[in-house]
């Protein structure tokens, strides 16, 4: 097999792979999270809860096939396991099942956190040269910013 030569060094491909590695283990915990509060909330906004749930882990399993797509572009290996994700993230786990109100306190943390996790992988990728992971994570960065805006408004 041809070695890879899209114009960004082995070293930086690591390093920006490496941040990207992040990314996705964020952006799949927060998908996990969604999805098991799109099944278990209650309430009186329980409608209107669960539809922008599953509006929101539906982007999101979109978004970690991208990330992981692009981590494959720059020939390093995405994890995809429990365990990996679980070493990688920066996204606290919650216990049981909380309230409508803290599901959404929580997604709304969760979604913050993925944005301050793209501004450094935005940074790796600018000091790299990589356009492309740049493009990605700022569109990403984007999503997740104006999210966790909507999430803000509901419990205000």
């Not at 070293?11 to 283990?25: H, P, Q």
């Not at 209107?48 to 978004?63: G, S």
């Not at 049981?96 to 997604?107: H, R, W």
Request: proline share 2%.
């Amino acid at each position: 097999m041809k070695n890879i030569d899209i114009g960004i060094s082995e070293a930086n491909r690591e390093e920006i792979a490496g941040s990207l590695k992040a990314l996705l283990a964020d952006s799949y915990t927060l998908y996990l999270q969604t999805h098991n509060f799109h099944w278990n909330v209650t309430g009186p906004r329980f409608r209107d809860l669960h539809l922008m749930f599953e509006e929101h882990y539906t982007e999101l399993a979109v978004a970690v096939d991208d990330i992981a797509e692009r981590i494959r572009t720059l020939d390093v290996a995405a994890p995809g396991t429990y365990k990996e994700f679980a070493r990688l993230s920066s996204i606290e786990e919650v216990d049981g099942v909380p309230s409508a109100e803290d599901m959404v306190d929580t997604l709304t943390l969760g979604h913050e956190q993925v944005v301050k996790t793209c501004r450094t992988a935005l940074k790796v990728a600018q000091q790299g040269d990589d356009e492309s992971t740049a493009a990605l994570v700022s569109d990403r960065m984007r999503i997740h910013e104006k999210t966790a805006w909507m999430l803000r408004a509901i419990n205000k």
